[in-house]
Structure formats: structure tokens, C-alpha cells
DNA sequence: GCCGTTTTCGGCCCGACTGTTTTCAGTCG
């Protein structure tokens, strides 16, 4: 069984665990880690990479060794020295290290002295008052323990951008009712506008820190306190999510925003730069022997290490600070600039409203275009289409047009992809619309082979103008389809077939990493939001984020053209 | 273990908070 790039980051992430128990040098732990990283963001299958002949040691924080072990793990399905090690140190310690309050020098102790080498182990040692004995621990940090067992054993939840803003409003509103503060805004992964966010980080300008803290705890929805200082305060919400509160003074806020929104893999790398050039960047500023020299806004932080600004979407270490060197920075696409939305249901199928109000909503929003792609016949639970209820639908949105100028309706349809790769209309359909999407909707689990030949094939139909929500993954519950991603982008971006970005918050697919990928082999691609109702048409914001984080530009991007332009672009038979 | 517009050896980001200490190690972001 072939492994994937996620199991095979797995295998160093659990390996960077167990060396860092044994006290290995840190700094190699952090080399495996980081490889962890590197493998993750990587868009091509390591394992085709190899099977290819591609030198993995040109990758990002990949040497001979690494690289080496890579080959391992591809060949053998193992890796021997995690093996190794997992003979003297057991591999299920590395769970123990991921728990709040456990790093590796208490899991260490917790292993040595108790012989706890699993989560069961510890919630018995801890229950029977075995763990508030140990040095260095205590009767808290034993309650702690068993809370973060019980969060542990619900399993870790990622949320939503959409749900993430939903929670972060109205708190943002509460902190800014108090007096004395300044700015209040939501950094971290929420900023950087990554697909899912695993909590929320609030920087507040202000002089009176303490008061903040005080006054943020005290908040209706906090559940509890794990955290609170002069500058900093953590708490988990009723909604189970975690937030972090900083405070920072006004001058500071640049540096504190820079620092916070992170990644943590690119403040590293540019704190890094910073370093060579006898320069301290910490949250409160950028510093010269001591003497602060930027710091009010983030332009001067990155204008300190002489770099030029670099949007938070790009700021997860993958290439961005070497474009930024070279003066190769993406302009990235903006909302602003998409002229029309397309992917659209009606209540014709599984939408909630009629084709009137979608294509009232569309032109309210200031769009030239949207396209109306209801199912076809294949996908029932959708109450797809028959061939024929598509054709008088067709004659609907003409007579439609004829009326309302301004915005032009465009005749589509979502055409299922069947299991063989058929098209789910006949040619004779298919020609008649002004714009063809396809999409995968059933037997997702086919092997790799089968369902990237599906998808090649279903390609071929010079017809197919757009593949739709690619891998067909749902976040947090289906997913992504098993394929060769890479000969699908390199066979799409020679026959011109463009690429979805599908808004929906449980889509966001094709993810950012494949994106980025994409781009580089020319591929072009749409921004659509899929929506079911009229409501849906606000979910393009989230597209739009995906795309900035996969470094599109809007000449990328066909649906920044105005309608003429848009529809020669496309792909034609 | 990785890396190089000062280096193929000698570096590798930085500060806040907690709990257990009696001056600080461990963890976290």
C-alpha cells in the first residue's frame, strides 16, 4: 500500500516525537519536524516523486538524510530508525507529547518513573494521584492532565472559516466596547485565511493590559480560563473553541499583528533573516543593539529584513520569502474582481430557490454573469435532471436573458462524471450549453488507477470545460479522492480544461497546496460557490481565500473576465 | 539534520505564563 504524503509526514512528526523525548539534539528534532512540514505542503505524491527519479533533496528542508529516509519509507512502507527507536521508546508516547501541558521532558519523567507509555496508563496513574508525587508535577497539573485526556478522547476539531467568523464577531465587538482600547483584530490561521481554524487569536492594542485580560475573561461565553496575565490571556468559549487574547501598546502593533498572525514557520524563517542582519524581531518591535527600530505596522517589520510586504495568505513558508526576495510576489486576486459566479442550483433540483431569485440575487451583488448547473439525471439524492427537463430549463433562462438584460444567465448544467468517465448528457446536450462543469458524486472509493483514469477520461471529452470540486472531499468528513493529482493538473492544463475553486466552506476544493501547484503548471481556473440559495453567493469570499493561499493572480482566474472574454477562454471542442 | 549574498562548519526565533519552585524548567504559540 502506497503511502501518502500526510502518513509519511506522520512517520517524522512521530519520529521528531520519540528523539525529542530521548533528549536528542533539539535542533535535529526541529529537521525532522520541519521536513514533516515541508511534506505536507507538498502537492505532488512523494511517492510518485520517487517512483519518477526526482531528486527529493532539492525540496525545502530536505537534505541527503531526509531524503534518504523518504525513499525508505516509499520502498519498505517503514522507516528503520523510528523502528529503532521504538523499541526502547514506545511509539504511543508521541500521543502523549500532543496533549496540552505534556511536552516531552514531563512525558520523559511520566515514562521513567511510572512506566505510563499510553493515554489509558496515564488516566489510571492519574486518577489513583500517582502523577501530583513526581518532581516537577503537582496536584494541578494532574486535574489539568485529566481534563486535556477528556478533550483528548472527543478527538480534535477543526473549524470552519465560516463557523470561526461567526464566533469571532461578536467577541470583537464585545472587546471593543471597552474603554481605552484601540485595535482589535483577528490574526493567526483565521488571517491567513487558512480552510479550518483550531482556535482564535485576538491582538488588542491598549495600554492597560491587565484590564483587557480581565475584562476579556469576564466575556459571556467563556467556559473557562486557561490562562491570564498582564499581556496575554487563553480561554476555551461554550462553542468549544479556544481563544488566545494578546495585548499589545499601540506603537507595538505592527510587530505584535506580524508575530501573531504567523505561520509559525515563516516568523521563524524571517526572525531567521532578521538574525544575520544583527536585527531582533520579537512582537513589540524590530530591535538594533537594543534600540527599537520599526514595529507600528507590519509594512515596516518586513521593510526591516528588506523585504516587501507579503500578504498573510501567502505566510506558511512555501516559497514565499524567496518570491519576495526576487521581487516575485503574486498580486493576488481580489474579490473585487470576479464578474460573475459559476455554479448555481435551483429548486429545478437539490436548490432552495427559484431560478428568478438566484439571477436576482447575482445581479444584485453586481455580477455580469452567473451560470445555472443544476444535476443531471445520475445524481438522484440531488433529484438530477432528465435529459429532457435540462432542454426546456435551456429555453427558461433564454427567455429569461430576452427580458432582463444586464445580467446574462448562462445555460449549464453540473454533469455527473459516471463511474467509467462517462458524461451524464449526450453530446447532442452538452452542445447546446454555454458552459459545461463536471463533477465526481458517487463511488469515491474507487482505487487510485481507476478513479484517476475516470477523471482522465472524463477530460477527454473535449466538452468537459471545468472539472468541479476536484477531489470531491468534504472537510472534517469525507476524503479527498485517491488520484494522481499530478497527471491530472499536467493532463487539464493541456487540453485547457480549468480547475474549480469551490467555495463552500465544507468544500474549499481544490485545496490551497494543489492550487499552487496547479498554477505552476499553467493550469487556469474558476471561482464558483456552489451555492444552494441565494444566501450561498456570499460563500465566493471563501473561494477567493483559498485561491490567494494557492498564490493566484486574477489573470489566472477566468472569471475576472468580462463575459466575452470569459466564455472564449474556456476550453472549446 | 539542514543550510550558506559573510560560513561546507557552526550556527539554528523569541517571549509570556504556569506551577512548582525558592530561582526556574517546561510548555505554548
Same mark, same amino acid.
Given at each position: 500500500?502506497?503511502?501518502?504524503?500526510?502518513?509519511?509526514?506522520?512517520?517524522?512528526?512521530?519520529?521528531?516525537?520519540?528523539?525529542?523525548?530521548?533528549?536528542?539534539?533539539?535542533?535535529?528534532?526541529?529537521?525532522?519536524?520541519?521536513?514533516?512540514?515541508?511534506?505536507?505542503?507538498?502537492?505532488?505524491?512523494?511517492?510518485?516523486?520517487?517512483?519518477?527519479?526526482?531528486?527529493?533533496?532539492? +525540496? %525545502? &528542508?530536505? /537534505? =541527503?538524510?531526509?531524503?534518504? $529516509? *523518504?525513499?525508505?519509507?516509499? #520502498?519498505?512502507?517503514?522507516?528503520?530508525?523510528?523502528?529503532?527507536?521504538?523499541?526502547?521508546?514506545?511509539?504511543?508516547?508521541?500521543?502523549?507529547?500532543?496533549?496540552?501541558?505534556?511536552?516531552?521532558?514531563?512525558?520523559?519523567?511520566?515514562?521513567?518513573?511510572?512506566?505510563?507509555?499510553?493515554?489509558?496508563?496515564?488516566?489510571?496513574?492519574?486518577?489513583?494521584?500517582?502523577?501530583?508525587? +513526581? %518532581? &516537577?508535577? /503537582? =496536584?494541578?497539573?494532574?486535574? $489539568? *492532565?485529566?481534563?486535556?485526556? #477528556?478533550?483528548?478522547?472527543?478527538?480534535?476539531?477543526?473549524?470552519?472559516?465560516?463557523?470561526?467568523?461567526?464566533?469571532?464577531?461578536?467577541?470583537?465587538?464585545?472587546?471593543?466596547?471597552?474603554?481605552?482600547?484601540?485595535?482589535?483584530?483577528?490574526?493567526?490561521?483565521?488571517?491567513?485565511?487558512?480552510?479550518?481554524?483550531?482556535?482564535?487569536?485576538?491582538?488588542?492594542?491598549?495600554?492597560?493590559?491587565?484590564?483587557?485580560? =480581565?475584562?476579556?475573561?469576564?466575556?459571556?461565553?467563556?467556559?473557562?480560563?486557561?490562562?491570564?496575565?498582564?499581556?496575554?490571556?487563553?480561554?476555551?468559549?461554550?462553542?468549544?473553541?479556544?481563544?488566545?487574547?494578546?495585548?499589545?501598546?499601540?506603537?507595538?502593533?505592527?510587530?505584535?499583528?506580524?508575530?501573531?498572525?504567523?505561520?509559525?514557520?515563516?516568523?521563524?524563517?524571517?526572525?531567521?533573516?532578521?538574525?544575520?542582519?544583527?536585527?531582533?524581531?520579537?512582537?513589540?518591535?524590530?530591535?538594533?543593539?537594543?534600540?527599537?527600530?520599526?514595529?507600528?505596522?507590519?509594512?515596516?517589520?518586513?521593510?526591516?529584513?528588506?523585504?516587501?510586504?507579503?500578504?498573510?495568505?501567502?505566510?506558511?513558508?512555501?516559497?514565499?520569502?524567496?518570491?519576495?526576495?526576487?521581487?516575485?510576489?503574486?498580486?493576488?486576486?481580489?474579490?473585487?474582481?470576479?464578474?460573475?459566479?459559476?455554479?448555481?442550483?435551483?429548486?429545478?433540483?437539490?436548490?432552495?430557490?427559484?431560478?428568478?431569485?438566484?439571477?436576482?440575487?447575482?445581479?444584485?451583488?453586481?455580477?455580469?454573469?452567473?451560470?445555472?448547473?443544476?444535476?443531471?439525471?445520475?445524481?438522484?439524492?440531488?433529484?438530477?435532471?432528465?435529459?429532457?427537463?435540462?432542454?426546456?430549463?435551456?429555453?427558461?433562462?433564454?427567455?429569461?436573458?430576452?427580458?432582463?438584460?444586464?445580467?446574462?444567465?448562462?445555460?449549464?448544467?453540473?454533469?455527473?462524471?459516471?463511474?467509467?468517465?462517462?458524461?451524464?448528457?449526450?453530446?447532442?446536450?452538452?452542445?447546446?450549453?454555454?458552459?459545461?462543469?463536471?463533477?465526481?458524486?458517487?463511488?469515491?472509493?474507487?482505487?487510485?488507477?481507476?478513479?484517476?483514469?475516470?477523471?482522465?477520461?472524463?477530460?477527454?471529452?473535449?466538452?468537459?470545460?471545468?472539472?468541479?470540486?476536484?477531489?470531491?472531499?468534504?472537510?472534517?468528513?469525507?476524503?479527498?479522492?485517491?488520484?494522481?493529482?499530478?497527471?491530472?493538473?499536467?493532463?487539464?492544463?493541456?487540453?485547457?480544461?480549468?480547475?474549480?475553486?469551490?467555495?463552500?466552506?465544507?468544500?474549499?476544493?481544490?485545496?490551497?497546496?494543489?492550487?499552487?501547484?496547479?498554477?505552476?503548471?499553467?493550469?487556469?481556473?474558476?471561482?464558483?460557490?456552489?451555492?444552494?440559495?441565494?444566501?450561498?453567493?456570499?460563500?465566493?469570499?471563501?473561494?477567493?481565500?483559498?485561491?490567494?493561499?494557492?498564490?493566484?493572480?486574477?489573470?489566472?482566474?477566468?472569471?475576472?473576465?468580462?463575459?466575452?472574454?470569459?466564455?472564449?477562454?474556456?476550453?472549446?471542442?
Amino acid at each position: 500500500m502506497p503511502k501518502s504524503n500526510p502518513e509519511i509526514a506522520e512517520l517524522f512528526d512521530r519520529l521528531a516525537d520519540l528523539l525529542d523525548v530521548e533528549d536528542a539534539n533539539p535542533f535535529r528534532v526541529r529537521a525532522y519536524r520541519n521536513a514533516a512540514r515541508v511534506i505536507r505542503g507538498e502537492s505532488r505524491s512523494m511517492t510518485e516523486l520517487v517512483e519518477s527519479g526526482f531528486d527529493l533533496d532539492g +525540496l %525545502p &528542508g530536505i /537534505g =541527503e538524510g531526509i531524503a534518504e $529516509k *523518504i525513499h525508505e519509507i516509499v #520502498d519498505t512502507g517503514r522507516l528503520s530508525q523510528l523502528d529503532k527507536i521504538a523499541k526502547r521508546t514506545p511509539l504511543t508516547l508521541s500521543d502523549l507529547i500532543r496533549l496540552p501541558g505534556l511536552g516531552p521532558k514531563r512525558v520523559k519523567t511520566l515514562y521513567r518513573q511510572l512506566n505510563i507509555r499510553s493515554a489509558d496508563d496515564l488516566r489510571r496513574a492519574a486518577r489513583k494521584h500517582k502523577i501530583r508525587e +513526581l %518532581p &516537577g508535577f /503537582g =496536584e494541578t497539573l494532574e486535574h $489539568k *492532565i485529566l481534563d486535556a485526556l #477528556d478533550r483528548y478522547a472527543r478527538g480534535e476539531h477543526r473549524w470552519y472559516l465560516a463557523e470561526a467568523e461567526a464566533i469571532a464577531a461578536p467577541l470583537v465587538n464585545y472587546l471593543q466596547k471597552l474603554d481605552g482600547v484601540g485595535k482589535v483584530t483577528v490574526a493567526g490561521s483565521y488571517r491567513r485565511r487558512k480552510e479550518t481554524v483550531g482556535d482564535l487569536d485576538i491582538l488588542v492594542t491598549c495600554r492597560k493590559g491587565v484590564r483587557v485580560a =480581565e475584562y476579556f475573561v469576564a466575556y459571556d461565553e467563556v467556559e473557562s480560563v486557561d490562562s491570564q496575565g498582564d499581556t496575554r490571556a487563553s480561554v476555551q468559549l461554550e462553542s468549544g473553541i479556544q481563544v488566545d487574547l494578546r495585548v499589545v501598546p499601540a506603537a507595538s502593533y505592527g510587530a505584535a499583528l506580524y508575530y501573531f498572525t504567523g505561520s509559525k514557520a515563516h516568523n521563524v524563517a524571517v526572525r531567521g533573516i532578521a538574525v544575520k542582519r544583527g536585527l531582533k524581531i520579537n512582537e513589540y518591535g524590530v530591535f538594533r543593539d537594543g534600540e527599537r527600530i520599526a514595529g507600528r505596522s507590519e509594512k515596516e517589520v518586513f521593510a526591516s529584513v528588506e523585504l516587501p510586504y507579503i500578504e498573510p495568505e501567502l505566510r506558511e513558508d512555501r516559497g514565499e520569502i524567496e518570491a519576495a526576495r526576487k521581487g516575485g510576489l503574486p498580486e493576488l486576486v481580489t474579490i473585487e474582481a470576479i464578474r460573475g459566479d459559476l455554479h448555481s442550483h435551483t429548486n429545478a433540483t437539490d436548490g432552495r430557490e427559484s431560478l428568478e431569485s438566484m439571477a436576482q440575487a447575482a445581479r444584485k451583488r453586481g455580477y455580469d454573469y452567473l451560470a445555472i448547473t443544476d444535476h443531471t439525471r445520475q445524481v438522484q439524492v440531488a433529484h438530477g435532471q432528465q435529459p429532457e427537463d435540462i432542454e426546456a430549463q435551456l429555453d427558461v433562462i433564454d427567455e429569461y436573458n430576452a427580458r432582463n438584460p444586464g445580467l446574462r444567465l448562462l445555460k449549464s448544467a453540473e454533469v455527473d462524471i459516471l463511474e467509467d468517465g462517462g458524461l451524464d448528457l449526450p453530446d447532442s446536450i452538452l452542445r447546446r450549453l454555454d458552459l459545461v462543469l463536471c463533477a465526481l458524486h458517487y463511488r469515491f472509493e474507487l482505487d487510485r488507477k481507476a478513479q484517476t483514469r475516470r477523471l482522465l477520461k472524463a477530460m477527454d471529452n473535449p466538452h468537459c470545460q471545468i472539472l468541479a470540486h476536484p477531489l470531491a472531499r468534504l472537510i472534517n468528513e469525507r476524503e479527498p479522492l485517491d488520484i494522481d493529482l499530478q497527471r491530472i493538473l499536467e493532463h487539464a492544463a493541456a487540453a485547457g480544461c480549468a480547475m474549480e475553486i469551490n467555495g463552500q466552506p465544507a468544500r474549499l476544493d481544490l485545496p490551497d497546496v494543489h492550487v499552487q501547484y496547479a498554477r505552476s503548471l499553467g493550469v487556469k481556473f474558476v471561482l464558483s460557490t456552489d451555492a444552494h440559495s441565494t444566501g450561498h453567493l456570499d460563500y465566493m469570499r471563501y473561494a477567493v481565500d483559498q485561491a490567494r493561499r494557492g498564490w493566484l493572480q486574477a489573470g489566472d482566474v477566468l472569471n475576472t473576465r468580462p463575459l466575452q472574454d470569459f466564455l472564449a477562454a474556456l476550453r472549446h471542442v
